[in-house]
Nanobody, 115 residues
C-alpha cells in the first residue's frame, strides 16, 4: 500500500506563491504517474498537473504558466510550485499516484488564497 503525504498548503494573498510537496512511501514511486488534483467546495475534483516517470508534464489550462510540477525519483517526492495565485485557486489539493488501474491518493492539503 503506497502512502502519500502532502505538505505546503496554507493561506496566501492573491499574487503570492506556494510550493506543495508530496512524499510517497514506496520506492516504486519512480514508475508511477504523479499528479496534483484539487477540489473546491461544491465542485468536482479536477486535475491541476501531472508528470510521468520520464518527466512529461500536463497542466490544466487554468494553471498553465503559473504552476510547475516536478519530481525527484530518488527522494520519492513530487512538488507543485504555484505562482500568481488567485482566489479561484482555493481548494484542497490532493496528490495522486497512478499506474494503469492502480492509483493512490493523499489526504490533501488546504490552499486558501485570500486577502
Amino acid at each position: 500500500q503506497v502512502q502519500l503525504v502532502e505538505s505546503g498548503g496554507g493561506l496566501v494573498q492573491p499574487g503570492g506563491s506556494l510550493r506543495l510537496s508530496c512524499a510517497a512511501s514506496e520506492s516504486i514511486f519512480s514508475i508511477y504517474i504523479m499528479g496534483w488534483y484539487r477540489q473546491a467546495p461544491g465542485k468536482e475534483r479536477e486535475l491541476v498537473a501531472r508528470i510521468t516517470s520520464s518527466g512529461r508534464t500536463v497542466y490544466a489550462d487554468s494553471v498553465k504558466g503559473r504552476c510547475t510540477i516536478s519530481r525527484d525519483n530518488a527522494k520519492n517526492t513530487v512538488h507543485l510550485q504555484m505562482n500568481s495565485l488567485k482566489p479561484e485557486d482555493t481548494a484542497v489539493y490532493h496528490c495522486n499516484a497512478g499506474l494503469g488501474p492502480v492509483e493512490y491518493w493523499g489526504q490533501g492539503t488546504q490552499v486558501t488564497v485570500s486577502s
